[in-house]
């Protein structure tokens, strides 16, 4: 038998099956139907709230929005966080939709379109430059729209995050404007008369190491104090980045989130003058809705092939790609994963949990310990909160796309 992941706090049994948010995982599918993606607007608050009372008053929490940009789930974060982190001419139509106020929006992202920048700058939004003809072609735009405007420089930092996930920064990469080129190019933007707004470094995602996060706001704080010294500019605003990681796979512990602000706050009471006004924040995805999010799935068949048992769903990797193991993982593990109608009962065999395509990548779980299933009962995968939905080929083999419910929605 393999491991599987560890199941999130938040969950809990309501006769026999699994509850998510007060919600039996059988009512939500006759309610919904079957695959749907469930996010719990409650436990995403919860996080909301234990990132605030961890981390200091002076940091501002913004949400990747690429993570999970369901629109209710929009609104909700909406009202909780301080900024939205958009990537796409797209996001910026969600974002709004959303009710997000544009100066609370940041535009990163390489491969920005004339219409794209546009679209932003006509708005106010601040756009996070990746390259200095970046920077010309909104310069340009922004003279035609008779409107300044709001350039931060997304720096590609000289280090990256330790135990990161996915490596966004050191070295040569398509993301950012190299940490020597910046200086120039804070003057070129001050001396063009558009609004100057700071920095955006960001060195990496997911990891559960408190230690490597605090050394990369270490290095980011005192790489972000270095370019604004060479640029002899004030920053106005400086966004730390994120990488805050959730445990995914076996024998992952969940970050250390007190030491994480503890460390954070040291660094803020010892800034050098230069970032003494400057306004700080933190951009996160994953951390903030990732663990609140089950994946829920029926059972269409039970078979054995060469006494192996495989319970064969009527979801995949269509929609939850991740737990397959093939968005951004070298070797496959286990995924969070149980039986959504026998929850808790004791485990009774080896199972795989496979999804509906003709792939033998469709796999959600892999010879797992289960309670024994017949077709009709649910599957739950757990961590499904972001990088699911969005971020799965829902067009591959024509299933179609999973419903989405979102319940203890903000009033
Ligand atoms: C993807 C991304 C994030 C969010 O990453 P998570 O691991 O989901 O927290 C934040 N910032 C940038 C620039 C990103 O590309």
Same mark, same amino acid.
Do not use: K, Q, Y
């Given at each position: 038998m393999k491991p599987l992941g560890p199941i999130p706090p938040g969950?809990?049994?309501i006769d026999g099956e699994l509850a998510i948010g007060g919600y039996t995982a059988s009512a939500l599918a006759a309610e919904a139907g079957t695959p749907l993606f469930v996010y719990d607007g409650a436990l995403i608050t919860a996080r909301v709230a234990a990132l605030r009372a961890a981390l200091p008053e002076r940091l501002g929490l913004h949400y990747a929005m690429k993570a999970n940009p369901f629109a209710?789930?929009?609104?909700?974060?909406?009202?909780?966080?301080?900024?939205?982190?958009?990537?796409?001419?797209?996001?910026?139509?969600?974002?709004?939709a959303a009710g997000v106020p544009a100066e609370r929006i940041s535009f990163a992202g390489p491969g920005k379109r004339d219409a794209d920048l546009e679209a932003a700058i006509a708005r106010g939004v601040t756009l996070n430059l990746e390259s200095a003809r970046e920077a010309e072609r909104a310069l340009a735009i922004g003279e035609q729209l008779g409107k300044p405007p709001r350039l931060a420089i997304r720096v590609n930092p000289d280090f990256d995050l330790k135990g990161s996930g996915m490596k966004m920064g050191g070295g040569a990469k398509p993301f950012g404007v190299d940490a020597a080129l910046v200086p120039g190019l804070v003057r070129r933007i001050m001396a063009s008369g558009a609004e100057w707004r700071g920095l955006h470094i960001y060195a990496g995602s997911q990891t559960l190491d408190a230690a490597a996060i605090a050394e990369m706001q270490a290095a980011t704080l005192a790489l972000a104090a270095r370019l604004a010294e060479e640029s002899r500019a004030v920053l106005p605003a400086c966004n730390l980045g994120g990488g805050f990681g959730i445990p995914y796979f076996p024998g992952d512990a969940p970050l250390d989130l007190a030491a994480v602000g503890d460390a954070l706050g040291a660094q803020f009471s010892a800034l050098p003058d230069?970032?003494?006004?400057?306004? $700080? #924040?933190?951009?996160?995805?994953?951390y903030l809705v990732g663990e609140a999010g089950v994946y829920l799935t029926r059972i269409i068949d039970r078979k054995e092939s060469h006494g192996e048992v495989f319970l064969v769903t009527d979801g995949g990797l269509h929609h939850q790609l991740a737990a397959s193991g093939n968005f951004g993982t070298v070797v496959r593990r286990n995924y969070p994963s149980a039986i959504a109608t026998r929850f808790g009962a004791p485990v009774e065999e080896?199972?795989?949990?496979?999804?509906?395509?003709?792939?033998p990548l469709d796999r959600l779980a892999d010879k797992g310990g289960f309670p024994r299933a017949e077709e009709g009962d649910l599957v739950a995968v $757990? #961590?499904?909160g972001a990088y699911g939905a969005s971020a799965s080929p829902a067009h591959f083999l024509g299933h179609g796309p999973?419903?989405?419910?979102?319940?203890?929605a903000n009033p």
């Open positions: 969950f809990a049994a209710p789930l929009l609104r909700h974060m909406a009202r909780l966080v301080d900024g939205f982190d958009i990537a796409s001419g797209g996001e910026l139509e969600m974002a709004e230069v970032l003494a006004d400057t306004a $700080f #924040c933190i951009e996160l995805g994953r080896e199972a795989s949990i496979v999804g509906c395509l003709c792939t $757990f #961590c499904a999973a419903a989405e419910r979102l319940v203890n």
